[in-house]
């Protein structure tokens, strides 16, 4: 028997090792699914300290059942899970509402997780110019409402108002000026 040629030897092994390669390279898949190379390693985050990345941020009741904010500052994901529910990485098992701590499992420990408080921060308004009034003194006033709301229809009535009570008050003095913005009667001819 002769042997084939070494074009057909070639090609033969290629089938075989690409074969080969198939199985290997599902199993490469799946493996890389799981534990992606670009992610840092289990337990270290993004500095590199072995820290435990997960936050506790809040907690609510529904009809007697508790729901928990956990966030994850490694992937920066945060969810909300009930007590004991599967499906996340991470795992709660109790919650102490007395002292606002819970016991979850995460990456294969069992952490004790204290609620975390938010940071408020109080900034000023920005101050008021003063604005002079009939007297020369300065006071502070609010800007005046949109035209055309209802607010400024309030704004405009109070200013009729004032102006007619400044007017009596002026009394006979001096002749009725009319106010802006009241209709005038009309003149009766003699």
């Not at 209802?150 to 009725?176: D, K, T, Y």
Request: with cysteine; proline share 13%.
């Amino acid at each position: 028997m002769s042997q084939p040629p070494s074009y057909i030897r070639y090609f033969c092994l290629a089938l075989l090792v690409g074969a080969g390669a198939g199985f290997a390279r599902a199993a490469d898949i799946q493996n890389l699914l799981q534990t992606s190379p670009f992610a840092p390693a289990a337990g270290v985050t993004a500095s590199g300290q072995n820290a435990a990345s997960l936050e506790f941020r809040g907690v609510f009741a529904d009809q007697g059942e508790y729901f928990f904010s956990l966030y994850d500052t490694a992937t920066r994901r945060g969810v909300w899970v009930g007590l004991n529910e599967p499906g996340n990485p991470f795992l709660v098992r109790s919650y102490d509402p007395a002292n606002e701590s819970l016991t979850a499992e995460y990456q294969g420990r069992t952490l004790q997780l204290t609620l975390k408080m938010a940071k408020i921060l109080v900034s000023a308004a920005p101050p008021l110019p003063p604005v002079p009034n009939a007297s020369g003194a300065a006071t502070v006033q609010p800007a005046p409402p949109p035209a055309g709301t209802p607010e400024a229809q309030i704004v405009e009535e109070i200013r009729r108002r004032r102006a007619l009570r400044q007017q009596s008050a002026a009394g006979s003095a001096s002749p009725a000026q009319p106010v802006p913005g009241t209709p005038t009667p009309p003149k009766q001819q003699p």
